[in-house]
């Protein structure tokens, strides 16, 4: 089957400049996360929705970043203005439901200057 | 809140030594646990799983019980390879929460 698919797998931006991420997951898969992993740490969950719903979004830092599922498929994960500290690497993935194992895409590696 | 807390690392082992890395959780409710595993160079992957309590997640030669009463998941194997070589994650859903992981080298 096909896996979680994102895009670009790399960005560079200038601060203060917006960006955005692209993520379309598995057939079929009702939840969708987005996380951010920064070099040497552990993926931090950033937004989960449920179709096109949003589950939690507790650690999205929303003066900055937003995120949006439209139809319950594929999912945009947005950054405006960007800072350095949010150069990472940002995960996304997807699982059949809410207590299932995730399967995640290769990541989009960002680096702001 | 649900978190994950996990041995810090790295752990550099010599082939065939015996690996245990720990792993406690703290959630409401019975969450499901999970072992993903980073090789270099590549994306995260899940390892193995356990969804209540007293079951036994196995793959690979890797195992890991659920222990509620020690509100525990950690994962061992008994021989290691070069190729186990890695960053290991700990897991638990709902709300994906990660350990930080730990770094795993293998030498011959």
């Known amino acids: 089957e096909a896996g979680v698919a994102q895009s670009p797998r790399y960005k560079i931006i200038e601060k203060r400049q917006s960006v955005a991420f692209w993520c379309n997951p598995i057939s079929g898969h009702a939840t969708l996360y987005w996380y951010q992993q920064i070099l040497g740490q552990g993926p931090k969950l950033l937004i989960q929705?449920?179709?096109?719903?949003?589950?939690?979004d507790s650690q999205l830092p929303k003066d900055r970043f937003s995120a949006e599922r439209l139809k319950g498929v594929d999912s945009t994960l947005k950054i405006q203005p960007a800072k350095l500290e949010d150069s990472a690497v940002y995960l996304c993935?997807?699982?059949?439901?809410?207590?299932?194992?995730?399967?995640f895409g290769q990541g989009t590696r960002l680096t702001v200057v | 809140g649900n978190s994950v807390t996990q041995m810090e690392g790295p752990v550099t082992l010599s082939e065939e030594a015996f690996l245990t890395i720990n792993c406690t959780y703290t959630a409401t409710g019975y969450p499901s646990l999970f072992w993903y595993v980073q090789y270099p160079g590549e994306g995260l992957q899940l390892l193995l799983k356990?969804?209540?309590?007293?079951d036994k997640g196995s793959n690979k030669g890797f195992e890991a019980t659920y222990r509620k009463e020690t509100t525990s998941f950690h994962l061992e194997k008994g021989s290691v390879q070069v190729s186990d070589s890695a960053v290991y994650f700990c897991a638990l859903n709902p709300l994906g929460v990660f350990g930080k992981g730990t770094r795993l080298s293998v030498i011959a």
């Open positions: 929705f449920q179709n096109n719903g949003v589950v939690d």
């Open positions: 993935a997807s699982s059949v439901e809410d207590r299932g194992k995730a399967f």
């Open positions: 356990a969804t209540k309590a007293d």
